[in-house]
T-cell receptor, first 114, second 111 residues
Framework: DAMVIQNPRYQVTQFGKPVTLSCSQT?????MYWYQQKSSQAPKLLFH???????NEADTPDNFQSRRPNTSFCFLDIRSPGLGDAAMYLC?????????????FGPGTRLTVT | GEDVEQSLFLSVREGDSSVINCTYT??????LYWYKQEPGAGLQLLTY?????DMKQDQRLTVLLNKKDKHLSLRIADTQTGDSAIYFC???????????FGAGTTVTVRA
């Protein structure tokens, strides 16, 4: 089945230790998104790639970076995780242009910072 | 604060109807969506409605849109235990493709 895969599902890192979260997709979608979701809050868009073009949200901290080496893979790098970065990180994809802008989500990676 | 607002919790008896409400602020939104998130899973699109529609029905799901009041609702008929999840309302503003989510409504179905 075509899908969005996130690895690992659970990640524990130490305060200040760089960590990378991975997302892959078999949908051949051209847009990939990274969201941060904290408990009882809405998913917050960090950035997205539209094809090879990187689009950063204005309020995304510099501590968060992303790479998209090819259509299928996208990575979220947190350079120096703080305790406030503990959250669920969701990857999503969509095929644009084309309405109604449906996004397909992966299961998420829950990040714990110790 | 968020542009999309939802009540945080809803408890419903199995077999009854559930109604989840949402208000949004962008009157130019083109599409409005309902996503479902089960424990340990990602978000799954349940249904969507185009802004020029008032109602959309899809099996047990009915979406009502009141553009004047910027109010969106999702009705689930004959609620089942498998409907226990967090439900997110979302919108795409005019001329944009990004989603703006509400904080989610946790629906608990009791026997």
């Amino acid at each position: 089945d075509a899908m969005v895969i996130q690895n690992p599902r659970y990640q524990v890192t130490q305060f200040g230790k760089p960590v990378t979260l991975s997302c892959s997709q078999t949908l051949n979608h051209n847009v990939m998104y990274w969201y941060q979701q904290k408990s009882s809050q809405a998913p917050k868009l960090l950035f997205h790639y539209y094809d090879k073009d990187f689009n950063n949200e204005a309020d995304t901290p510099d501590n968060f970076q992303s790479r998209r080496p090819n259509t299928s893979f996208c990575f979220l790098d947190i350079r120096s995780p703080g305790l406030g970065d503990a959250a669920m990180y969701l990857c999503a994809t969509s095929k644009l242009p084309g309405q109604p802008y449906e996004q397909y989500f992966g299961p998420g990676t829950r990040l714990t910072v110790t | 604060g968020e542009d999309v607002e939802q009540s945080l919790f809803l408890s419903v008896r199995e077999g009854d109807s559930s109604v989840i409400n949402c208000t949004y602020t962008d009157s130019s939104s083109t599409y409005l969506y309902w996503y479902k998130q089960e424990p340990g899973a990602g978000l799954q699109l349940l249904t969507y409605i185009f802004s020029n529609m008032d109602m959309k029905q899809d099996q047990r799901l009915t979406v009502l849109l009141n553009k004047k009041d910027k109010h969106l609702s999702l009705r689930i008929a004959d609620t089942q235990t498998g409907d226990s999840a967090i439900y997110f309302c979302a919108e795409t503003p005019f001329n944009d493709y990004k989603l703006s989510f509400g904080a989610g409504t946790t629906v608990t179905v009791r026997a």
